[in-house]
């Protein structure tokens, strides 16, 4: 790669290391903690859950069923990188005002985080999006995965910071944790911010099919996602690659957020939970890069295969784990093939798909990406109420109730199998020359 090259790469990528910090620290590190315990202090834990459950449901649902349309009208107006910056700004704003909620404030924290949530997960839409623009022709999956690396150790690090700020408050000069913790939500958002910059002055705009501008941009935009969903049932593998997406994701992403929840059905303390986050942030740097070679070396596919057949043996073997030296193990063992079966998968579709529309079909992408832990949390309840009812004991009712997600890994990689990328390519190739009536 030629340096300018070079630097839009890296630029890309360090977005990954600016916003998960806010993946960590807020979404899976303190503030369901410190919405619990201190902004709704005196509340019942059953309805302070249901409160935070109802605002987490709420941004997903936004970003679900708007990331298609907004995907199509940043196309038609080569306005991937503004729609980026205005989700991103909402994100950083949001987080950065969480610092100043108050003690029993829970309907503001609320609010931003909300807010902070739908900047969030909206930015990484077209974030997405810009990956075709930026990596060099057959290095998709180095970059994509160089991403996701970073985003490992740029979270992990100041997460891990954080975490030593609420241990040792007085050493940085806070009365308390609390006071930590509000301080760390503001850290989130200058990180956020500061790491941003890169992208904005060095990554390039691809430009789109046929631009537009103003309501021609909207209205142009609305009518492309309405052919889209026609196109997407007759473009064969791109239709078959987001069935089998949704299904070895949906369990990808059940681990990550059943993961606390079963740690502590197991009798584990929250401080080992918050260990076993930075084993995997801290694995999961050099092995994103690691599979990003795999991917380029053996092909995407296979590391993607192989990344299912690990999780599927960490769904069984997690239900025999019985110290909390082997949630360390596998925690490590997650962080091995998290970051690559995420990069790898958004690089596999970035290559089948129809060039100039990347903000479009990524929009699709990240529905399904948003709408995924669906079928996982429901296969853990059922099978845990089923095992119970059938006089098994509590905690080996949980314990074989996390072997259900196998069943995700099992249909999503059986589907994989039978995607094409070459297919998907010729696919995408011909639709885009009837688009230019070649």
Known sequence: MDRPRKRAVVSWALYDWANSAFA??????????????????????AVSTARLGLANSISAIVIALSAPFLGAIADRGTSRKRFLMFFAIMGITATSAMSLASQGSWVIAVWLYLFASIGFSGGNVFYDSLLPGVAPENREHF??????????????????????????????GFTDASQAIRFSFLSVGLWWA???????????????????????????????????????????????????YWLYIDGVDTIIRMAVDYGLSL??????????????????FPSAIAFGYFGQKAGAKKAILAAICVYLFISVWGAFIRSKEE????????????????????????????KGRSAEYFGFYNMLGKFAAIIGPVLIGLT??????????????????????????????????????????????????????G
């Open 267 to 284: 009798g584990f303390e929250a401080k080992d939970l918050i260990l076993a986050l930075l084993i995997t942030q801290f694995v999961g």
């Open 24 to 45: 960590t620290t807020i979404i899976a590190g303190f503030f369901p903690i410190f919405f619990k315990q201190y902004l709704s202090a005196g509340v019942d834990t």
């Open 327 to 354: 949630f360390y193990l596998l925690a490590a063992i997650i962080g091995l093939v998290q970051g690559g079966i995420q990069a790898l998968s958004r690089s596999f579709y970035a290559r089948i798909i129809p």
């Open 384 to 437: 845990g109420l089923l095992a119970r009812s059938l006089g098994i004991g509590g905690t080996l009712a949980t314990r074989l109730s996390i072997v259900s997600i196998s069943v995700l890994f099992l249909s999503g990689g059986i589907l994989f199998l039978f995607v094409d990328e070459e297919k998907g390519r010729q696919e995408a190739a011909r639709l885009g020359a009837q688009e230019t009536g």
């Open 194 to 244: 500061l790491f941003t910059i890169p992208l904005i002055i060095f990554v390039k705009e691809p430009r789109s099919i046929s631009a537009a501008r103003g309501k021609d941009m909207v209205i142009g935009g609305f009518r492309r996602i309405r052919s889209t969903f026609r196109e997407i049932r007759h473009l064969r593998m791109i239709f078959l690659f987001l069935i089998a």
């Open 143 to 172: 970059v994509s995965s160089l991403g996701f690396a970073l985003g490992y150790l740029g979270g992990g690090v100041l997460f891990a910071i954080n975490v030593w700020m609420t241990l040792r408050p007085s050493f940085f």
